[in-house]
């Protein structure tokens, strides 16, 4: 029932910067936990950030912590991912997801932005 819809990926060289963002829509929750995953080819998809609406808590993966940032705009219902230092190894498609609070597994999923670090 709710629908996400990711964008701003792209190309951009090691040590760049890019601004994801994930609107969603539909039958929102009144409160959720919004978060982003990523999955590179060959890879298991992989936890990356995850938001509570809100409180603002914030929870990141170790491999991205201190350069990764995730931050959400109520009033536009947008959750962002602002990647810094990417590296090469970033490279995968970004999925943005949401799960109601309460719950333990993410239900509602974006079709993904592909971001793309070269070296």
């Known amino acids: 029932q709710v629908q996400l819809v990711e964008s701003g990926g792209g190309l951009v060289q090691a040590g760049g910067s890019l601004r994801l963002s994930c609107a969603a829509s539909g039958r929102t929750f009144s409160d959720s936990v919004m978060g982003w995953f990523r999955q590179a080819p060959g890879d298991e998809r992989e936890f990356v950030a995850a938001?509570?609406?809100?409180?603002?808590?914030?929870s990141y993966a170790d491999s991205v912590k201190g350069r990764f940032t995730i931050s959400r705009d109520i009033a536009k219902n947008t959750v962002y991912l602002q990647l810094s230092s990417l590296k090469p190894e970033d490279t995968a498609v970004y999925y943005c997801?949401?799960?109601?609070?309460?719950?333990?597994?993410?239900?509602?999923w974006g079709r993904g932005t592909q971001v793309t670090v070269s070296s």
């Open positions: 938001i509570w609406w809100r409180a603002g808590f914030t």
């Open positions: 997801a949401t799960r109601p609070i309460g719950t333990t597994s993410f239900g509602s």
